[in-house]
T-cell receptor, first 116, second 116 residues
């Protein structure tokens, strides 16, 4: 069975600084997606970034980028120039593409605090 | 695009009554929708996969008779919590995926259920 682990329950970053959130996963599938979702206090789940496993190039979306290490099964999120609006819960998620179910598996989340 | 609307956003009901939560895909058709449950400060746990025109697929440990799911059209799935009890109080989130399986999930705003 696939698992997703986020080992940092809470992280803090100074405004304008850079922070990295960690995520590791376990799977035997060869084709899958990895995602980072943001959940602000409104509790709306917002897609931040996604990575296709077959792509070696790390995904980037403006201030957000990932470090995808497929062999190590690691998928960290880097937030550059942190802003107050980045404060939220961040969930790492896995979705396999070969099992046929296409279910998402979420990590336990990391609460990010941005200090002014 | 790819908006998922969930209603109501907040509901209080008395123990023993039933509550229906609606999930609509506003600008796309969704043959599959997913229902999640989220306890305070915890991750999203998949409850069931809702399939248009057929029975839902429930995750292990989720009571089918307690959480009734109906997916009668390509844009609407409903979750009915039957004979609700205080332990059913939680945050329920639906999600749907437009188009191909490789497209990411889009989430509704969630429903906070409080059973008194």
């Amino acid at each position: 069975a696939q698992t997703v682990t986020q080992s940092q329950p809470e992280m803090s970053v100074q405004e304008a600084e850079t922070v990295t959130l960690s995520c590791t996963y376990d799977t035997s599938e060869s084709d899958y997606y990895l995602f980072w979702y943001k959940q602000p206090p409104s509790r709306q789940m917002i897609l931040v970034i996604r990575q296709e496993a077959y792509k070696q190039q790390n995904a980037t979306e403006n201030r957000f980028s990932v470090n995808f290490q497929k062999a190590a099964k690691s998928f960290s999120l880097k937030i550059s120039d942190s802003q107050l609006g980045d404060a939220a819960m961040y969930f790492c998620a896995y979705r396999g593409l070969t099992s046929g179910t296409y279910k998402y598996i979420f990590g336990t989340g990391t609460r990010l605090k941005v200090l002014a | 695009g790819a908006v998922v609307s969930q209603h109501p956003s907040w509901v209080i009901c008395k123990s023993g009554t039933s509550v229906k939560i609606e999930c609509r895909s506003l600008d796309f058709q969704a043959t599959t929708m997913f229902w999640y449950r989220q306890f305070p400060k915890q991750s999203l746990m998949l409850m069931a996969t809702s399939n248009e025109g057929s029975k839902a697929t429930y995750e292990q440990g989720v009571e089918k008779d307690k959480f009734l799911i109906n997916h009668a059209s390509l844009t609407l799935s409903t979750l009915t919590v039957t004979s609700a009890h205080p332990e059913d109080s939680s945050f329920y989130i639906c999600s749907a995926r437009p188009g191909q399986v490789r497209t990411p999930l889009h989430f509704g705003n969630g429903t906070r259920l409080t059973v008194t």
